[in-house]
């Protein structure tokens, strides 16, 4: 383990504009093996770039894309407000979320690609990306959009990820290639059994190499500012997600 160090922010050139993001580097001497961050529906905050720390204390270089950035300049958000009042949920899915959608992300996704392979310290090749709630969704999307550039893909608590839409990440299933990893909380409306059901089913027709295993904790249960953070279960977390990234990264 090692110390990590937070770099200053950055700014990549997108085809929407300019999404600000956050790079978390090791100590030492690289290259270092690189995971792209996918936030939560909260945006970026300090309990991310907790996570982003821990993340680079283990040996990667970590960026954190704000990928809010369409949306313009916004302050951190509490996470126990927009929980617990209606109102600034809505706020947040129509300001914020809805500005975004998959192609957006997916657009994203590839110029945050471009600047990891830019970076001199960083292993080029295949990445590992991880993300929550929504960005659980971005993370396997991106493993289906761009599958020669992941070695690794994990998703804790997401949501949406079997529906009717035409873009929902089960209909990639035959084009994923590296290893994913879903974490799902047990009261989870986003993730209910029948989701579980049809994305088991897409996943298992296409012969993918995934795990899926369910926590017993709530949806949003791993950052450590929600009002349904689960430290025990957080920590699970975190053993899985150094597991799996141990075994691809490095290895790759």
């Known amino acids: ?40 529906g909260l945006g970026i905050r300090p309990a991310l770039f907790e996570m982003a720390e821990r993340m680079a204390s283990h040996g990667y270089v970590v960026l954190l894309p704000d990928l809010y950035y369409r949306a313009g300049r916004y302050e951190p958000m509490d ?55 929504m960005g659980g969704m971005i993370s396997l999307a991106a493993a289906g959009h761009f599958p020669d550039r992941f070695a690794a893909s994990a998703a804790f608590h997401p949501g949406g990820l079997a529906t009717d839409a035409p873009d929902s990440v089960h209909r990639l299933a035959d084009r994923f290639r590296a290893p994913l990893y879903i974490g799902r909380a047990s009261d989870d409306p986003y993730f209910d059994d029948a989701m579980r059901d049809r994305l088991e089913a897409a996943l298992d027709e296409a012969k ?3 795990t899926l295993e369910t926590y017993p904790a709530r949806h949003g249960w791993v950052p450590s500012d929600t009002p349904v953070h689960d430290a025990a279960q957080a920590e699970r977390h975190w053993s899985t997600l150094f597991g799996l990234f141990d075994r691809t990264l490095r290895a790759a």
Not at 3 to 26: L, M, N, Q
Request: proline share 9%; with cysteine; net charge negative.
């Open 79 to 133: 996470p126990v407000k927009i929980f617990g009042d209606p109102a600034q949920l809505k706020m947040l899915r129509e300001k914020f979320m809805g500005k975004l959608g998959q192609a957006n992300a997916m657009r994203d996704t590839a110029a945050c690609l471009a600047f990891l392979d830019a970076q001199p310290d960083v292993v080029h090749g295949k990445y590992g990306s991880t993300g929550y709630c």
């Open 1 to 40: 383990m090692t110390d990590p160090i937070a770099s200053k922010p950055v700014e990549i050139s997108t085809d929407d504009g300019v999404c600000p993001a956050y790079v978390y580097r090791p100590t030492g001497n690289g290259p270092w093996p690189a995971v792209l961050f996918f936030m939560d």
């Open 208 to 210: 993918a190499d995934y």
